[in-house]
């Protein structure tokens, strides 16, 4: 009889798992189909504006009255005084070789620009499934998240945008292996070039975020980023070396923010093993 009651409070003890693990995994999906909705929004909001963020953002870097060309030019005749960082015309043409290559690339461009603009409201969101998880201390201490993540990737977003992709599209530009050869771009190949730029500066400059988490959980070390922080340089060189053209300036031009948002996860990790101290202290 005792065997039996506790085969039914361990049966009992596995259903409530079960269904505690459900409820967590239906949460989960609720803020999922949440974060997947605003994109859509904001996806169609782009759409309507499609021909602006087109002519106006994506052909931007390829016109010589661009705001980076501009700065630089205006830098160069006030400090050099000459013309030598002023950007000529490009010798570029973009084509289309697909039927439905426009059309389809409309579609695209929207959904891009609506994943940009939701990112605020989807990190929201991430920041509403984990709280339940959190404990006071760490819900007053991770307050800001939604708000210096956000942060944190709208600057490399620009970055990206009025640095990295201006010297790109200038260095593809102006390289030729012979003038009988001319560059006739496909459109979908540039905007690929641009998404992936863009993007994955946006999502490299939340370096800082992700050291924050695996302090957190002691995965990093304030003292294991000290040591190895050599091998730490070399790693961000390489991603730079591959994120940008082959070009020495551009590779310096990332690898500058990229090792000062490193210096500023050590900073975090530091804050973070404090923080612990204090909280086992209060507890023991």
């Given at each position: 009889m005792a065997?039996?009651?506790?085969?039914?409070?361990?049966?009992?003890?596995?259903?409530?798992?079960e269904m505690s693990f459900l409820d967590h995994v239906d949460e989960l999906r609720k803020?999922?189909?949440?974060?997947?909705?605003?994109?859509?929004?904001?996806?169609?909001i782009a759409f309507s504006y499609i021909d602006y963020i087109f002519h106006g953002i994506?052909?931007?870097?390829?016109r010589k009255d661009f705001f980076t060309y501009r700065k630089l030019c205006q830098w160069s005749q006030a400090y050099y005084h000459n013309d030598q960082l002023c950007v000529k015309d490009f010798q570029i043409t973009?084509?289309?070789?697909?039927?439905?290559?426009?059309f389809m690339m409309s579609f695209k461009l929207a959904f891009l620009v609506g994943i940009i603009m939701a990112m605020p409201y989807i990190l929201w969101q991430l920041w509403r499934f984990i709280k339940p998880a959190l404990n006071l201390n760490e819900v007053k201490n991770t307050r800001g998240f939604v708000f210096y993540t956000t942060a944190l990737f709208l600057t490399?977003?620009?970055?990206?945008?009025?640095?990295?992709?201006?010297?790109?599209?200038?260095?593809?530009a102006s390289y030729s292996l012979s003038t009988l050869v001319k560059n006739e771009i496909n459109i979908q190949?540039?905007?690929?070039?641009?998404?992936?730029?863009?993007?994955?500066?946006?999502?490299?400059?939340?370096?800082?975020?992700?050291?924050?988490?695996?302090?957190?959980?002691?995965?990093?070390?304030?003292a294991f980023l000290k040591k190895y922080r050599k091998y730490a340089f070399i790693i961000i060189l390489i991603?730079?070396?591959?994120?940008?053209?082959?070009?020495?300036?551009?590779?310096?031009?990332?690898?500058i923010p990229l090792y000062m948002l490193f210096e500023m996860g050590v900073i975090i990790t530091k804050r973070v093993e404090k923080q612990k101290k204090q909280n086992e202290q209060q507890f023991s």
């Open positions: 065997l039996d009651q506790s085969t039914e409070t361990n049966d009992t003890l596995v259903e409530e798992k803020h999922l189909v949440r974060a997947a909705l605003s994109i859509v929004v904001f996806s169609i994506i052909l931007g870097p390829l973009l084509q289309n070789t697909e039927m439905a290559g426009q490399g977003i620009s970055f990206g945008y009025f640095v990295l992709c201006p010297i790109s599209v200038n260095f593809f190949s540039i905007v690929s070039f641009m998404s992936v730029l863009v993007l994955g500066t946006g999502l490299i400059f939340e370096l800082p975020v992700l050291m924050y988490f695996l302090a957190r959980i002691g995965i990093i070390s304030s991603i730079a070396a591959i994120v940008t053209p082959p070009d020495i300036v551009s590779q310096v031009i990332l690898t």
